[in-house]
């Protein structure tokens, strides 16, 4: 969820004014914590059961073989290496193609190495499109094939997804180069007697040599060696469609090439031809390797034929799940020639484009947008940025007048959408967002808007069937909504179960403050955290120094606390009161000129969104609230907003537990001081962790 707000609601006030009877369907067992048994091989049997809806005998550990081949053996480790220095090789055609702009005073048309480049720049595009497309979840979460996410490990492994296409290019610049390859000038535009070779080429040569090739692939050494790193990635992504061993690259490459260079070698060959038939390659593969349906069965039953003149991404995917079939590169007229194709492909096809694969989501977070740039920050954007905590990249900025309008256009057509997703022990969790950016609940005009959308997407969740929703950062403002009080006043009878989450980060917070400390200083005294954390320290008689300047608040807050305890409830109204206290807790925002007043030695316990600048070289800061996900936790490859991989904002967290333990609740308003206790245990019994 990645550039969305999802931590802590900053201390300013605003201006007046799935379910559980999907576990045992089947596919739900896939969600189950295995203990004792190989993760991979359960993982292999519930996806037969997912895909093919019959059980399949365990198989290999698939990323085990690529690992082991690659270390042991080394072979398959040692040419991957290679790509890295493939970058390097660039200078030369770079060089050539700056240099025929130069002769030519313009764009270098008649440049080879001007084509390639170009070609290099746009099939990249095509392979970012479909990859935003098939993780566009608002659009296609219904007709997605395998239901499992994408992890941080394949995430890592298909880095360099695109030293394919680099390879390709300097390829054909090795080609371009020879003498007997004609120059850019010397060819016709368009010829369609060079489609008319490249088609019938494709057919009878490049079909079935790749069919065979990629069989043979998935034989003996061959699969161990090279294939099985391709097959280590669990759920296809148009990027892995790129991913492989070099050896896996050339076999693409000829099947790619050939049609090309026997309409070259006919002298039929055109510019457009060049261009058409890569791009339409690419545009197949990356369609067969989306995970998402994009063909209707209603087309294959009014001509049966095309079955076998077309993939789909569930053919394609059976073939990753069980890798004796559905070999073809686009055509599965070869597989049923060759008696290869899985009996379930058109079967599941039509069950997955019915949305029959979907399920309701048992818990959902529903976060909203920080800012414009960090906007770009999610999943289906950039798989680069939203894998790794949020940071400014100078990549991005181009696309900020994108991001801009994208913002805008949001004001008047939106509603709440699906982010990203992950499982936990049979849970399915989704990230929701409002479409709408922080600076926007500052607006008074806004506000009803902003509530509205809130409140439609809890009547959503709980139609669906959802079984707890969590309120993230200004989602929850107290000046909003009382903390999420409005809409349950509203909606008595809500089956959804509504959560700020709050409790837990109260109870991340206090449980950082070291256990021999006797005095703290508390900014932000009077908010929500601010409140609750006071009160529990005073309680285990540890002087709190509230900052606030009203009486009328803090005497408020002192009565609720016991009589014998209400003495450690201190009021001040000026930051040189904490000139002695090494602990802060900030729930405020401190100005560099506030910060001064602490001693040296302070460290500065933070609940306050956006963080203080570091100022201090002599006192140590701490993060905003936080709780790691646990171990277990599975289909998770996107960071919440700053945090580091697994981490999420303890509100997040805090709706986590309140799903796990199966609480009836709803956790809105106030905070309960009674329950900061139970809900920290509750979180470390389940495996969530301070990070």
Same mark, same amino acid.
């Given at each position: 969820?990645?550039?969305?707000?999802?931590?802590?609601?900053?201390?300013?006030?605003? $201006?007046?004014?799935?379910?559980?009877?999907?576990?045992?369907?089947?596919?739900?067992?896939?969600?189950?914590?295995?203990?004792?048994?190989?993760?991979?091989?359960?993982?292999?049997?519930?996806?037969?059961?997912?895909?093919?809806?019959?059980?399949?005998?365990?198989?290999?550990?698939?990323?085990?073989?690529?690992?082991?081949?690659?270390?042991?053996?080394?072979?398959?480790?040692?040419?991957?290496?290679?790509?890295?220095?493939?970058?390097?090789?660039?200078?030369?055609?770079?060089?050539?193609?700056?240099?025929?702009?130069?002769?030519?005073?313009?764009?270098? %048309?008649?440049?080879?190495?001007?084509?390639?480049?170009?070609?290099?720049?746009?099939?990249?595009?095509?392979?970012?499109?479909?990859?935003?497309?098939?993780?566009?979840?608002?659009?296609? !979460?219904? !007709?997605?094939?395998?239901?499992?996410?994408?992890?941080?490990?394949?995430?890592?492994?298909?880095?360099?997804?695109?030293?394919?296409?680099?390879?390709?290019?300097?390829?054909?610049?090795?080609?371009?180069?020879?003498?007997?390859?004609?120059?850019?000038?010397?060819?016709?535009?368009?010829?369609?007697?060079?489609?008319?070779?490249?088609?019938?080429?494709?057919?009878?040569?490049?079909?079935?040599?790749?069919?065979?090739?990629?069989?043979?692939?998935?034989?003996?050494?061959?699969?161990?060696?090279?294939?099985?790193?391709?097959?280590?990635?669990?759920?296809?992504?148009? @990027?892995?469609?790129?991913?492989?061993?070099? /050896?896996?690259?050339?076999? @693409?490459?000829?099947?790619?090439?050939?049609?090309?260079?026997?309409?070259?070698?006919?002298?039929?060959?055109?510019?457009?031809?060049?261009?058409?038939?890569?791009?339409?390659?690419?545009?197949?593969?990356?369609?067969?390797?989306?995970?998402?349906?994009?063909?209707?069965?209603?087309?294959?039953?009014?001509?049966?034929? /095309?079955?076998?003149?077309?993939?789909?991404?569930?053919?394609?995917?059976?073939?990753?799940?069980?890798?004796?079939?559905?070999?073809?590169?686009?055509?599965?007229?070869?597989?049923?020639?060759?008696?290869?194709?899985?009996?379930?492909?058109?079967?599941?096809?039509?069950?997955?484009?019915?949305?029959?694969?979907?399920?309701?989501?048992?818990?959902?977070?529903?976060?909203?947008?920080?800012?414009?740039?960090?906007?770009?920050?999610?999943?289906?954007?950039?798989?680069?940025?939203?894998?790794?905590?949020?940071?400014?990249?100078?990549?991005?900025?181009?696309?900020?007048?994108?991001?801009?309008?994208?913002?805008? @256009?949001?004001?008047?057509?939106?509603?709440?959408?699906?982010?990203?997703?992950?499982?936990?022990?049979?849970?399915?969790?989704?990230?929701?967002?409002?479409?709408?950016?922080?600076?926007?609940?500052?607006?008074?005009?806004?506000?009803?808007?902003?509530?509205?959308?809130?409140?439609?997407?809890?009547?959503?969740?709980?139609?669906?069937?959802?079984?707890?929703?969590?309120?993230?950062?200004?989602?929850?403002?107290?000046?909003?909504?009382?903390?999420?009080?409005?809409?349950?006043?509203?909606? $008595?009878?809500? !089956?959804?179960?509504?959560?700020?989450?709050?409790?837990?980060?109260?109870?991340?917070?206090?449980?950082?403050?070291?256990?021999?400390?006797?005095?703290?200083?508390?900014?932000?005294?009077?908010?929500?955290?601010?409140?609750?954390?006071?009160?529990?320290?005073?309680?285990?008689?540890?002087?709190?120094?509230?900052?606030?300047?009203?009486?009328?608040?803090?005497?408020?807050?002192?009565?609720?606390?016991?009589?014998?305890?209400?003495?450690? @409830?201190?009021?001040? %109204?000026?930051?040189?009161?904490?000139?002695?206290?090494?602990?802060?807790?900030?729930?405020?925002?401190?100005?560099?000129?506030?910060?001064?007043?602490?001693?040296?030695? %302070?460290?500065?316990?933070?609940?306050?969104?956006?963080?203080?600048?570091?100022?201090?070289?002599?006192?140590?800061?701490?993060?905003?609230?936080?709780?790691?996900?646990?171990?277990?936790?599975?289909?998770?490859?996107?960071?919440?907003?700053?945090?580091?991989?697994?981490?999420?904002?303890?509100?997040?967290?805090?709706?986590?537990?309140?799903?796990?333990?199966?609480?009836?609740?709803?956790?809105?308003?106030?905070?309960?001081?009674?329950?900061?206790?139970?809900?920290?245990?509750?979180?470390?019994?389940?495996?969530?962790?301070?990070?």
């Amino acid at each position: 969820m990645l550039g969305l707000a999802s931590g802590l609601a900053p201390d300013t006030r605003l $201006p007046s004014d799935p379910s559980d009877k999907d576990v045992g369907k089947p596919g739900a067992e896939a969600l189950s914590v295995v203990v004792g048994e190989d993760w991979e091989t359960e993982r292999s049997m519930v996806m037969a059961r997912r895909l093919g809806r019959t059980e399949a005998l365990p198989r290999p550990d698939l990323r085990k073989e690529a690992a082991i081949s690659a270390e042991n053996k080394g072979s398959a480790g040692i040419e991957s290496a290679m790509w890295h220095q493939m970058y390097l090789l660039y200078g030369p055609l770079v060089w050539k193609a700056v240099q025929a702009w130069r002769e030519q005073g313009g764009v270098p %048309t008649g440049s080879w190495c001007f084509h390639l480049l170009l070609l290099l720049a746009l099939r990249s595009l095509i392979f970012q499109l479909w990859f935003s497309y098939g993780n566009m979840l608002f659009f296609t !979460r219904r !007709r997605r094939v395998v239901r499992d996410g994408v992890d941080f490990q394949q995430i890592d492994a298909e880095w360099d997804w695109d030293n394919l296409v680099i390879m390709q290019t300097l390829l054909g610049a090795m080609v371009t180069s020879s003498a007997l390859f004609p120059a850019v000038g010397d060819l016709r535009v368009w010829d369609l007697r060079g489609w008319a070779v490249a088609l019938l080429l494709h057919v009878a040569v490049s079909e079935p040599a790749f069919r065979w090739a990629h069989k043979a692939l998935h034989r003996g050494p061959l699969f161990s060696e090279y294939h099985s790193k391709h097959h280590s990635s669990p759920v296809t992504q148009p @990027l892995t469609a790129a991913y492989g061993t070099p /050896l896996e690259s050339l076999v @693409l490459t000829l099947a790619m090439g050939a049609p090309i260079a026997g309409a070259f070698l006919a002298g039929a060959g055109s510019v457009s031809l060049v261009y058409g038939h890569i791009f339409v390659f690419d545009y197949l593969r990356c369609m067969g390797y989306s995970n998402v349906e994009v063909i209707s069965h209603k087309t294959f039953q009014a001509f049966p034929f /095309l079955r076998y003149l077309i993939y789909t991404p569930t053919y394609l995917s059976l073939h990753h799940q069980d890798k004796d079939c559905n070999f073809c590169l686009f055509m599965p007229l070869f597989d049923a020639l060759g008696g290869t194709v899985h009996p379930k492909s058109w079967e599941l096809q039509k069950e997955v484009d019915q949305g029959k694969n979907d399920r309701v989501p048992d818990f959902v977070f529903l976060a909203h947008v920080v800012d414009v740039v960090s906007s770009m920050h999610v999943p289906f954007a950039f798989r680069a940025c939203s894998s790794l905590p949020w940071a400014t990249h100078l990549v991005l900025l181009p696309l900020w007048p994108i991001a801009f309008c994208i913002m805008v @256009l949001q004001v008047f057509c939106s509603k709440t959408f699906t982010v990203s997703f992950y499982y936990l022990r049979g849970r399915f969790h989704q990230t929701w967002t409002i479409p709408r950016y922080s600076f926007q609940y500052f607006i008074p005009p806004m506000k009803k808007g902003i509530n509205h959308q809130i409140e439609l997407a809890i009547l959503r969740a709980d139609k669906m069937g959802v079984k707890v929703l969590s309120l993230a950062a200004l989602n929850k403002n107290e000046a909003l909504n009382g903390g999420g009080t409005l809409f349950v006043s509203k909606h $008595p009878n809500l !089956r959804v179960r509504v959560v700020h989450g709050n409790t837990l980060t109260a109870a991340v917070i206090l449980n950082e403050i070291p256990s021999n400390v006797k005095e703290v200083f508390l900014t932000g005294a009077t908010s929500k955290l601010g409140r609750a954390i006071a009160l529990y320290l005073c309680r285990k008689r540890i002087r709190v120094l509230m900052l606030t300047l009203s009486s009328e608040r803090f005497l408020k807050i002192q009565r609720e606390a016991p009589a014998e305890f209400q003495q450690y @409830l201190v009021q001040v %109204t000026k930051y040189h009161a904490a000139k002695t206290c090494k602990t802060w807790l900030v729930g405020k925002w401190l100005s560099p000129r506030e910060q001064r007043w602490a001693p040296p030695g %302070t460290h500065f316990h933070q609940f306050v969104v956006p963080p203080v600048i570091e100022f201090r070289r002599d006192c140590t800061y701490g993060k905003l609230a936080a709780m790691r996900l646990p171990k277990d936790v599975q289909g998770l490859g996107s960071c919440e907003y700053t945090m580091e991989r697994g981490v999420v904002h303890a509100c997040h967290a805090g709706g986590v537990v309140h799903c796990l333990e199966g609480w009836e609740h709803h956790e809105v308003g106030a905070i309960d001081v009674d329950r900061i206790d139970v809900v920290w245990k509750a979180a470390l019994k389940h495996g969530l962790s301070p990070p």
